[in-house]
């Protein structure tokens, strides 16, 4: 393998991953528009500019003074979350099935850095299509690495079952719903499924 990543790294990345929700809280307080942590998309942060409609399907205020160490956020939880992946990747048998399975879960990963270096309001195609075609393919990584797994398949299959229904909700156009509540656990279960998979995988 040319890149081994050890155990020590490997868990302390998903720790570094999870630390987001606590870093998170400043710049929801620091926003001098009102920001509902239920409602508003977790990309609003980095918006670089300020006022109504700054991207096209934003209609609400957004002014985000920090925007810049927001956008450096997303980019190092990325990164770590990138780590964290390729750790627990090192703990399944290499096939093609198990790589491709990697692969897709990066992608939610790839979604995060390409999301801090293309705000929503610079341009909102690039700033969204990896981290929306990540919350599908990581549905399709999970299973595989649930296939795959001994130690910690039935936590899998239950995170992606989770995954999978905030998912559905995520979509339900149609139906008032907390968007931005939704899309922060969906990326909380990814978290804290690594997290505790990676020390499972340790016994």
């Excluded at 942590?37 to 002014?63: E, K, R």
């Excluded at 705000?119 to 195609?125: G, K, S, V």
Aim: glycine share 6%; charged share 5%.
């Amino acid at each position: 393998m040319i890149l081994y990543i050890s155990k020590k790294v490997g868990i302390l990345s998903w720790f570094a991953t999870c630390l987001y929700f606590l870093v998170e809280p400043f710049f929801i307080l620091t926003s001098t528009a009102p920001y509902s942590f239920l409602n508003h998309a977790m990309s609003d942060l980095g918006v670089t500019s300020c006022g109504t409609y700054t991207y096209s399907i934003a209609p609400h205020d957004i002014c985000s003074p920090h925007h810049f160490w927001m956008n450096v956020l997303f980019i190092i939880n990325g990164l770590t979350l990138s780590i964290g992946i390729l750790y627990i990747s090192q703990k399944l048998k290499k096939t093609k099935i198990t790589q491709l399975a990697t692969a897709f879960i990066l992608i939610l990963a790839l979604g995060n850095v390409v999301s801090g270096f293309i705000p929503a309001d610079i341009n909102l195609f690039w700033h969204s299509i990896f981290a929306q075609l990540g919350m599908i393919t990581v549905l399709a990584g999970l299973w595989i690495y649930a296939s795959s797994l001994t130690s910690g398949k039935y936590w899998t299959y239950g995170c992606l079952v989770s995954l999978l229904v905030i998912l559905i909700l995520i979509m339900l156009f149609f139906v008032p719903m907390p968007t931005g509540l939704l899309q922060r656990l969906f990326y909380l279960v990814i978290f804290i499924w690594g997290t505790m998979l990676s020390f499972m995988l340790n016994k």
